[in-house]
């Protein structure tokens, strides 16, 4: 199946900046996506979803940006805090199929 | 409203044993699914369910079955472990939609195959 790659990609980013995590899918069918995050030790919490007729969607202090061109999706949080620090997921589906796809992730590291 | 529980949280097991990992919901989700997770990877699909009676195969369904006799759960079932199978173990739930699938998932269940 398709699929991102199999390295976790890290980010550092200082306490209050602002920071961007990218995921890059392989399929041009997926026309829905979703960012979760995930806390050390915990499950997976949605963050933000994005369907493929938008191109922006907002949320608090959360922003997903959609290029279908290039099938990139990317994760803006604004002014970081240290609660921020954790594993996020890209994930993608297909109209008429159930599944979600995920991406290998990225780790986010605040520093104080 | 407890959301997704799964038990047990961590489980050893040796090599051949079989154990049922549980998955309960209280969302009166149609969906629901599991997923293992290793280290450095993205979470892969083993089985889902699209409501009580139906239970569809996903990326990674080989050494594990699941039944789906309720809406509230979808227990996992390892035949006969191998240490291959050792991961941590996520269950989720969602609404079903052409356009949408928020899942919610538990906390977990780490497993240890020895």
């Known amino acids: 199946g398709e699929s991102v790659g199999l390295h976790l990609p890290t980010l550092s980013v200082q306490e209050g900046d602002n920071s961007i995590i990218n995921c890059a899918y392989s399929n041009s069918a997926s026309d829905y996506f979703i960012w979760y995050k995930q806390e050390s030790g915990k499950g997976p919490q949605f963050i933000i979803d994005?369907?493929?007729?938008?191109d922006k969607r907002q949320g608090q202090r959360v922003t997903v940006l959609l290029n279908k061109t290039v099938k990139h999706l990317s994760l803006q949080i604004a002014a970081t805090q240290p609660g921020d620090s954790a594993v996020y997921f890209c994930?993608?589906?297909?109209?008429?199929?159930?599944?979600?796809?995920f991406g290998t992730g990225t780790r986010l590291t605040i520093i104080p | 409203n407890a959301g997704v529980t799964q038990t047990p949280k961590f489980q050893v097991l040796k090599t051949g044993q079989s154990m049922t990992l549980q998955c309960a919901q209280d969302m009166n989700h149609e969906y629901m699914s599991w997923y293992r997770q290793d280290p450095g990877m993205g979470l892969r699909l083993i089985h889902y369910s699209v409501g009580a009676g139906i239970t569809d195969q996903g990326e990674v369904p080989n050494g594990y079955n699941v039944s789906r006799s309720t809406t509230e759960d979808f227990p996992l079932r390892l035949l006969s472990a191998a240490p291959s199978q050792t991961s941590v173990y996520f269950c989720a739930s969602g609404t079903r939609g052409l356009n949408e699938n928020i899942q919610y998932f538990g906390a977990g269940t780490r497993l240890s195959v020895l």
């Open positions: 994005i369907r493929s007729n938008m």
């Open positions: 994930a993608e589906k297909v109209v008429g199929n159930e599944k979600l796809t």
